[in-house]
């Protein structure tokens, strides 16, 4: 138990000392000092419980309730404050509505209310708590050299590095204290800070655009605390208990409303369709806050929920609506991926279509698919948070990010273009984890649901679609003047990350076999009582396909990046007489410069319409869900 009250406080502790402590060598001491211990805890968790069953813990303190309902309070009060003061009277309503909700309910129920096991720990929180831990921590220390750099390119924005570090660390407190809580009120605690963590660090510019966006962050999200915090007190009048392994007890459709209300709060947190908006909207905050939010904690604590209530939603309509739901998800959002320039937004659709297959898994609930989920939550975490600070390092050096800026990137920052191709490999190349682990989904599928399989091979095709154009800009350039070298200029404590993410995204994979047997695969067993089966075989070709790789695709890529730049290089033949090797006399002898840009197919795959149509659908599948529980 020390180790998991370890975990939720140390973060908080550090959030304080980042806001009081000024900027000096010393404070940049303690938050490498604290990151590193962050790390080290879960690691020592995971060896430390290999072989041990769940463990549940009683913390009978009535002053830690106390403080979280003023905390409560006064979280209230101040967006309260901020909505009325910017007008946004939806937030302002929705705030009102949970808060008189949950603090009403805790006021009136205090007396008879008992909790036996408030935290308790099992292979599926200690994954998390990796993924917080080891990711949330390293794009802590990564932001360290990037605010600095990023408010000399942003003098406009008010320098702030005690309030953004702050709500940093309160995020990855707030994350610890959701998968550790087995006290329902506890994990919605936790779970409404996390909301209040991401409107703020979302609105960090404080103009106009950041603003709206935080709030579209902040209003649909409180309409997923609203739907979970009903949740939570009909759950209380209909079993008198507000554990979550005792309502897990209760076994499937018994607390059908309640697990219907905290799986709708994780669609939004999520950021499912039709919520998707607040997720691409969150792309204005600075770019360790994007990576924090699509890999290490917010998305994730959508998925985490429903996970943890699927079972009691087996062979229910609802589960059947959540699978569509997340299928439309995965789908949609890949194909909309496709027609994207804007790197920041590749990497968000992905990570709500990678989310959507996760849900979708949630909502089979089979042994394959909660085997393929849990991976693919591993795998997503480590790639994903690697190329969005890769994205933050290019568009602070070369000024965009837009992808076809990053014209021979191999070249000009040759040792981040090899952690971005790792990045990449990882989410779309064999036999990477998002490999292993989207095949698992779609053999789970076809075993459970056919239609499905079909829209997870072609969401899986345009995957393939968007990373390998991104690619291959990384490679390529037509431009004839020499390329000068940038990557003097990226700072130690961000380099230090990408090598370290860099080489986590190789790790995780040498590590299957570890992960499988001691975390996965007793998590599955328990739920289900078995395991899906992996032919060894297989797993050994994977294993030497993936050591081959680490050694080929590093080293070919700093061939290419460090050689001799003074190459011969063939001109292209165009439609017209080659002038040079940049241009070429086109139609009526007009003189035409070499191009060389990705189709993006914005007329087939407009983002507008699709997205259009994934919020009727999704909204569509909602609503039936809703009216088969209510009838």
């Known amino acids: 138990?020390?180790?998991?009250?370890?975990?939720?406080?140390?973060?908080?502790?550090?959030?304080?000392?980042?806001?009081?402590?000024?900027?000096?060598?010393?404070?940049?001491?303690?938050?490498?000092?604290?990151?590193?211990?962050?790390?080290s805890v879960p690691l020592?968790?995971?060896?430390?419980?290999?072989?041990?069953?769940?463990?549940?813990?009683?913390?009978?303190?009535?002053?830690?309730?106390?403080?979280?309902?003023?905390?409560?309070?006064?979280?209230?009060?101040?967006?309260?404050?901020?909505?009325?003061?910017?007008?946004?009277?939806?937030?302002?309503?929705?705030?009102?509505?949970?808060?008189?909700?949950?603090?009403?309910?805790?006021?009136?129920?205090s007396s008879s209310l008992r909790i036996e096991h408030s935290l308790f720990v099992d292979k599926f929180s200690i994954v998390m708590a990796l993924?917080?831990?080891?990711?949330?921590?390293?794009?802590?220390?990564?932001?360290?050299?990037?605010?600095?750099?990023?408010?000399?390119?942003?003098?406009?924005?008010?320098?702030?590095?005690?309030?953004?570090?702050?709500?940093?660390?309160?995020?990855?407190?707030?994350?610890?204290?959701?998968?550790?809580?087995?006290?329902?009120?506890?994990?919605?605690?936790?779970w409404e800070i996390t909301t209040f963590c991401s409107f703020m660090l979302i609105g960090y510019q404080n103009d106009d655009l950041s603003r709206q966006s935080a709030f579209r962050a902040l209003e649909m999200n409180l309409f997923g605390g609203v739907v979970f915090a009903f949740g939570l007190i009909y759950l209380y009048y209909s079993t008198g208990t507000m554990e979550l392994d005792r309502?897990?007890?209760?076994?499937?459709?018994?607390?059908?409303?309640?697990?219907?209300?905290?799986?709708?709060?994780?669609?939004?947190?999520?950021?499912?369709f039709p919520f998707s908006s607040w997720l691409t909207a969150a792309m204005v905050a600075p770019t360790p806050v994007s990576a924090l939010l699509h890999s290490s904690t917010m998305v994730k604590a959508g998925v985490y929920v429903i996970l943890r209530v699927a079972p009691l939603l087996e062979n229910t309509v609802p589960a059947q609506m959540i699978t569509l739901v997340g299928g439309v998800s995965f789908l949609v959002t890949a194909l909309i991926a496709i027609s994207q320039s804007?790197?920041?937004?590749?990497?968000?659709?992905?990570?709500?279509?990678?989310?959507?297959?996760?849900?979708?898994?949630?909502?089979?609930?089979?042994?394959?698919?909660?085997?393929?989920?849990?991976?693919?939550?591993?795998?997503?975490?480590?790639?994903?948070?690697?190329?969005?600070?890769?994205?933050g390092i290019v568009e602070s050096k070369l000024g965009s990010r837009d992808i076809e800026d990053m014209d021979y990137l191999v070249v000009r920052m040759p040792r981040l273009a090899t952690s971005m191709m790792i990045g990449m490999a990882g989410m779309v190349v064999a036999p990477f984890g998002m490999v292993i682990a989207k095949v698992a989904t779609l053999k789970a599928f076809v075993a459970t649901n056919p239609g499905m399989a079909v829209v997870i091979a072609y969401g899986g095709a345009a995957t393939v679609f968007f990373w390998t154009k991104w690619m291959g800009k990384i490679v390529s350039s037509t431009?004839?003047?020499?390329?000068?070298?940038?990557?003097?200029?990226?700072?130690?404590?961000?380099?230090?990350?990408?090598?370290?993410?860099?080489?986590?995204?190789?790790?995780?994979?040498?590590?299957?076999?570890?992960?499988?047997?001691h975390v996965?695969?007793?998590?599955?067993?328990?739920?289900?009582?078995?395991?899906?089966?992996?032919d060894p075989f297989n797993m050994c070709i994977i294993l030497v396909a993936m050591i081959g790789l680490w050694v080929i695709m590093p080293l070919g890529l700093f061939y290419y990046g460090f050689r001799d730049r003074k190459v011969k290089r063939v001109g292209t033949y165009l439609g017209g007489g080659n002038i040079d090797r940049v241009s070429f006399e086109g139609a009526m002898n007009s003189r035409?410069?070499?191009?060389?840009?990705?189709?993006?197919?914005?007329?087939?795959f407009n983002e507008e319409v699709l997205f259009a149509a994934g919020v009727v659908i999704s909204i569509t599948f909602l609503l039936i869900m809703f009216g088969v529980i209510t009838v």
């Open 131 to 190: 993924i917080i831990g080891c990711i949330g921590s390293a794009i802590c220390l990564y932001a360290i050299g990037y605010i600095r750099e990023y408010h000399q390119h942003h003098p406009e924005v008010k320098n702030r590095p005690r309030f953004f570090f702050f709500f940093m660390y309160l995020f990855l407190s707030a994350m610890f204290g959701i998968v550790f809580s087995n006290n329902l009120l506890w994990l919605f605690f936790f």
């Open 342 to 391: 804007n790197a920041k937004k590749v990497l968000a659709y992905s990570t709500i279509s990678n989310l959507g297959l996760i849900v979708a898994c949630a909502g089979v609930n089979s042994r394959a698919a909660l085997w393929s989920a849990l991976l693919l939550i591993i795998f997503h975490a480590v790639a994903k948070s690697l190329l969005f600070l890769c994205v």
């Open 520 to 534: 996965i695969d007793p998590y599955v067993e328990r739920i289900f009582g078995g395991v899906p089966t992996i």
């Open 44 to 109: 020592y968790l995971l060896f430390t419980t290999l072989s041990a069953a769940p463990a549940y813990y009683r913390l009978e303190n009535h002053l830690i309730d106390d403080a979280m309902l003023i905390i409560e309070i006064v979280v209230a009060v101040y967006i309260l404050y901020v909505s009325f003061t910017f007008k946004k009277h939806l937030a302002a309503l929705l705030i009102a509505v949970q808060s008189a909700a949950i603090i009403g309910f805790e006021f009136l129920n």
């Open 479 to 517: 431009s004839g003047a020499d390329i000068g070298s940038v990557e003097h200029q990226v700072s130690p404590w961000e380099q230090v990350v990408l090598v370290i993410l860099a080489f986590a995204t190789v790790a995780v994979i040498l590590a299957f076999p570890f992960l499988a047997y």
């Open 247 to 272: 309502i897990l007890w209760l076994g499937e459709g018994v607390v059908l409303i309640p697990a219907v209300c905290i799986a709708f709060a994780g669609l939004v947190k999520s950021a499912q």
């Open 592 to 604: 035409q410069p070499v191009q060389m840009k990705n189709y993006y197919l914005q007329r087939y």
């Open 1 to 39: 138990m020390n180790a998991l009250v370890f975990l939720i406080v140390f973060p908080l502790v550090i959030a304080l000392l980042a806001l009081l402590l000024p900027r000096s060598p010393f404070a940049r001491i303690v938050g490498l000092g604290a990151n590193m211990v962050l790390a």
